[in-house]
């Protein structure tokens, strides 16, 4: 397997535009998880999907953020419009059977938003 | 709720020294805990994780952690330290359910000196 793909790996944006992040996760996987990570903050749960149904959106920052998981094997993570404090490395992680097997981390989209 | 402490966001070390990195938890029912490492520009990777059965878990590159309930501590070791073990090392916790979520620390820097 591929592992969780992320795309794209990095993206330079300027404030006020729309960002898209997509993830597919491994197949098989039924629990899907978007993390973001800075220095200041360090690693964060924003939301996490459990065959396609979004379970816990609690650390989703404000309503400029928004997923969705159309079908098991696509995730995307949308930000409209970006700010600066956007700026972050996003991660997506899969796994099944939830905590049991830990998860698998993608390698990331690193977002500049100038 | 769980939470888990990683005591020192920094830890230097020379070169075949032993490694400890400390984590401690705080978890109200019997928990899963977890290591990742996450080298520069990538994801992060699970290194072991302690479920149920033997307290002492092995996992990759030569790492182990032992689960020591009474200390509510899984303190994270390798007997000689090698240059490439230089990561950012983050220890988890969840419920130890499938449904739960895991919950991460705030990470430990491994530097590794010549």
């Known amino acids: 397997d591929a592992g969780v793909i992320q795309s794209p790996r990095h993206e330079v944006t300027e404030m006020g535009q729309e960002v898209t992040l997509r993830c597919k996760p491994i197949?098989?996987?039924?629990?899907l998880f978007w993390y973001r990570q800075t220095m200041m903050r360090g690693l964060e749960l924003l939301i996490y999907?459990?065959?396609?149904?979004?379970?816990?959106d609690s650390g989703m920052p404000e309503d400029r953020f928004s997923a969705k998981m159309p079908n098991a094997s696509f995730s995307t993570l949308k930000i409209q419009p970006s700010e600066p404090r956007d700026s972050a490395v996003y991660f997506c992680?899969?796994?099944?059977?939830?905590?049991?097997?830990?998860?698998?981390f993608g390698s990331g989209t690193r977002l500049t938003v100038v | 709720a769980q939470s888990v402490t990683q005591l020192g966001s920094h830890v230097s070390v020379s070169e075949g020294a032993l490694v400890l990195l400390r984590c401690n938890y705080s978890?109200?029912?019997?928990?899963?805990l977890f290591w990742y490492v996450q080298y520069p520009n990538q994801g992060l990777q699970l290194l072991l994780k302690?479920?149920?059965?033997?307290?002492l878990v092995k996992g990759i590159n030569g790492f182990e952690a032992e689960f020591k309930k009474s200390e509510t501590s899984f303190h994270l070791t390798k007997p000689s330290a090698h240059m490439s073990d230089a990561a950012e090392y983050f220890c988890?916790?969840?419920?130890?359910?499938?449904?739960?979520?895991?919950?991460f620390g705030s990470g430990t820097r491994l530097s590794i000196r010549p």
């Open positions: 988890a916790v969840s419920r130890g359910s499938s449904a739960s979520k895991i919950i």
């Open positions: 197949s098989g996987h039924d629990y």
């Open positions: 999907f459990n065959n396609n149904v979004p379970i816990d």
């Open positions: 302690y479920t149920t059965g033997a307290t």
């Open positions: 978890s109200s029912v019997p928990p899963y």
């Open positions: 992680a899969s796994t099944f059977d939830g905590s049991y097997y830990g998860y698998t």
